[in-house]
């Protein structure tokens, strides 16, 4: 085990990428530059991620609001997704890496569609760690399509209003089958959700970082590793060692 590895391992840490336009702005360089410069931050997370022995990685890549762009940045953007999937499939592959994708389907381009219907086929068998990318990806819209569903196995009979739970809830969401994500990182200093995760996060730690996702290294990846490992996680109850002397 490397020494800089936590004991408390998160076994899903998801990750608000942001920081790429300011990371661009500071240099005087087009925000597109930015996005690029944070694409190739991308792999190194998944392989930190996976040598810690982290077993889901969610990134946050493109929210259902990022639509409200400039249309040459979301252009872009796709663009980047592409490039992405087209140049580091076959390695995340070699890798073992099994590709997710969640968020809404709806109004992305067909060949994108493809491409990640592609990413997820091709990885399907891999056992390694699962890198879950949330694309065109908003809570609030993944909730209302989750109950739309529910709603309608309501209506055609298959099932009963009173035996929905939260299990029921959270097999409709994008992430069904996916555990909850126990270390929410959102980089560049902002402190917000932005509509990520907002039920799976229910009882996740988070860590704010300082610094821009272009700078995201494998140090500050650990950093926010090690942080989490110093977190008392305590689900609404009491933490064991006052419950020790309590007792
Ligand atoms: C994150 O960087 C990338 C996406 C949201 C797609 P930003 O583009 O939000 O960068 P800032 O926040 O403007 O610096
Ligand atoms: C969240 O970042 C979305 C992604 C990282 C893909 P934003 O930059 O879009 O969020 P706001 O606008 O600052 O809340
Ligand atoms: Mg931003």
Redesign the pocket.
Known sequence: MRSETPINVPQHVAII??????WANARGLP?TA??RA?VERVREAVRTAAEADVKYLTLF???SE?WNRPKQEVSD?MGLLRFFIRRDLAELHRENVRVRVIGCRQSIQPDIKALLVEAEERTRENTGISLVIAFNYGARDEMVRAVREIAEAVKSGDMDPASITETTVAGHIDTAGIPDPDLVIRT?GEQRLSNFLLWQAAYAEFVFMPCL?PDFDRAAFHEALNEFGRRDRRYGAVAAPELAVGS
């Open positions: 990428m942001d920081g790429n336009g300011r925000r930015g996005h944070g890549a493109f929210s990022n953007l560049s996702w």
